[in-house]
């Protein structure tokens, strides 16, 4: 069995109530907020058998792993099929601003994200599709190991998807919260998700 620890990043400026926007590919590093939660998830992680951490190459995810990997003991390195959604020319918008510059495919996006692909950008088949290929190679290099994985909201949730067994169109019916753990066992080509969206570490940041 090989065990795979999936968390997404801390929070930035740009996840955050009425400042939120639509983040993809844009470098934010993460907040105070988020350099509290990365320590949290780290001394959380710090307890668990951890051989190695890969992350996103994007700052906020970057910081998140390079605390866990400092905790754990053990190397962080960086992994571009865990890179976030390319928003294309949405990057960078907040939700309003989305919904006002193109409504028909703001409320695609609500209704049925899998037929959504971003204006010069990526569609969530597209992304699960790098990702899983990342996760197949990462499991044979790692067999018997637990493997950390820093990325984002997306990505966690439409490899969720693909653990379960479930198609794109489940998308919104998974949370995935700032430096929430999720925990998945690998028997050969069978996951079994065993924890989801688990924030418990997080109960006493403010």
Request: contains cysteine; glycine residues 8%.
């Given at each position: 069995m090989s065990r795979i620890v999936l968390v997404r990043h801390g929070s930035t400026d740009w996840n955050e109530g009425g400042g939120e926007r639509l983040r993809g590919r844009a470098d934010i590093?993460?907040?105070a907020q988020g350099l509290r939660?990365?320590?949290a998830?780290?001394?959380s992680l710090s307890n668990r058998?951890?051989?190695?951490?890969?992350?996103?190459?994007l700052?906020?995810?970057l910081a998140?792993?390079?605390?866990?990997?400092?905790?754990?003991?053990v190397e962080a390195q960086t992994l571009n099929a865990l890179i976030d959604i390319d928003y294309g020319e949405w990057q960078g918008l907040s939700l309003e601003e989305a919904r006002t510059r193109d409504g028909s495919i703001y409320s695609q996006w609500l209704k049925d994200p899998r037929r959504v692909t971003f204006p010069n950008g990526e569609n969530l088949a597209q992304v699960q599709e790098r990702a899983v290929a990342g996760i197949e190679s990462i499991v044979e290099r790692h067999l018997g190991q637990t493997t950390v994985l820093v990325s984002h909201k997306v990505l966690c949730k439409v490899l969720l998807c693909f653990f379960?067994?479930?198609?794109?169109?489940?998308?919104?019916?998974l949370e995935q919260h700032t430096c929430a753990i999720n925990?998945?066992?690998?028997?050969?080509?069978?996951y079994v998700v065993n924890s989801l969206n688990d924030t418990c570490h997080l109960k006493d940041i403010t």
């Amino acid at each position: 069995m090989s065990r795979i620890v999936l968390v997404r990043h801390g929070s930035t400026d740009w996840n955050e109530g009425g400042g939120e926007r639509l983040r993809g590919r844009a470098d934010i590093p993460l907040n105070a907020q988020g350099l509290r939660q990365a320590d949290a998830t780290a001394c959380s992680l710090s307890n668990r058998n951890v051989d190695i951490v890969y992350s996103s190459p994007l700052a906020r995810a970057l910081a998140t792993s390079k605390e866990i990997a400092l905790k754990c003991g053990v190397e962080a390195q960086t992994l571009n099929a865990l890179i976030d959604i390319d928003y294309g020319e949405w990057q960078g918008l907040s939700l309003e601003e989305a919904r006002t510059r193109d409504g028909s495919i703001y409320s695609q996006w609500l209704k049925d994200p899998r037929r959504v692909t971003f204006p010069n950008g990526e569609n969530l088949a597209q992304v699960q599709e790098r990702a899983v290929a990342g996760i197949e190679s990462i499991v044979e290099r790692h067999l018997g190991q637990t493997t950390v994985l820093v990325s984002h909201k997306v990505l966690c949730k439409v490899l969720l998807c693909f653990f379960l067994g479930l198609d794109d169109s489940y998308f919104w019916r998974l949370e995935q919260h700032t430096c929430a753990i999720n925990e998945i066992d690998v028997w050969g080509d069978i996951y079994v998700v065993n924890s989801l969206n688990d924030t418990c570490h997080l109960k006493d940041i403010t």
